[in-house]
């Protein structure tokens, strides 16, 4: 199972407000992603990556941004935050396999941001 | 458009008993299916996967199921504890079309294990 940390865990901060939230996994793994999620609804995809220096959007637009320049850390950065961004955001790592056997996905224990 | 479904919000049921969640998937090309526990305020933990070469995988006290005629995946929990209550998400992913692994969720089913 991977070691994957997120901080900080919970977030409260006023709008306007530049924000980065952090994700690290130590388990060597190539792939990242991060999720939105909103109580009672599915995890979204905003943004991930095959590697140092890939990263792509999601499935669901954020204005978010992300960067990848070590394998192992994957921050999350809002510019300007505002209370539509106020939800949970999830950190995930993955390695990937030449076989078909499994691509699991790990996740951190998440950030709960809140934009007043 | 939901491609993968959970249509119970929330199951209840005894301690010792059975408890089954369903999922229920649109995209034919999905072909490796996941399920993920979550408590409050964490971030999911992996339970269990099955491919879709598969109909059936265990692990101790849960088994995954896939008919996949129906386009349908369950997970048995047996026997049921009051540590399991959580939210129970389904997860789908298209490995072979080129999706490059990004799973697909549902909305979860909030399971509560009764003493």
């Known amino acids: 199972e991977a070691d994957i940390y997120q901080t900080p865990r919970y977030l409260v901060i006023g709008t306007g407000k530049k924000i980065t939230l952090e994700c690290s996994q130590t388990m060597g793994h190539d792939k990242m992603y991060w999720y939105q999620q909103d109580p009672g609804m599915e995890l979204h995809l905003i943004h991930y990556s095959y590697g140092v220096n890939s990263t792509e959007k999601g499935d669901l637009s954020s204005e978010s941004t992300v960067s990848r320049i070590r394998t192992e850390h994957f921050p999350l950065t809002l510019e300007s935050a505002r209370p539509s961004h106020t939800s949970q955001y999830l950190c995930a790592s993955s390695e990937s396999k030449r076989t078909r056997a499994t691509d699991t996905q790990y996740f951190g224990p998440g950030t709960r941001l809140t934009v007043l | 458009d939901q491609q993968v479904k959970q249509n119970s919000p929330s199951l209840s049921v005894q301690e010792g008993r059975i408890s089954i969640l369903n999922c229920d998937y649109t995209?034919?090309?999905?072909?490796?299916f996941l399920w993920y526990k979550k408590y409050p305020a964490e971030g999911p933990t992996f339970l269990i996967s099955?491919?879709?070469?598969?109909d059936k995988n265990e692990d101790g006290r849960f088994t995954v199921f896939l008919n996949k005629s129906a386009k349908h995946l369950s997970l048995h929990i047996v026997p049921s504890q009051p540590g399991d209550s959580a939210v129970y998400f389904c997860a789908a992913s298209d490995r072979g079309g080129g999706s490059n692994y990004k799973l697909t969720f549902g909305k979860g089913t909030l399971l509560t294990v009764n003493p």
């Open positions: 099955i491919s879709s070469i598969k």
């Open positions: 995209n034919s090309m999905f072909d490796y």
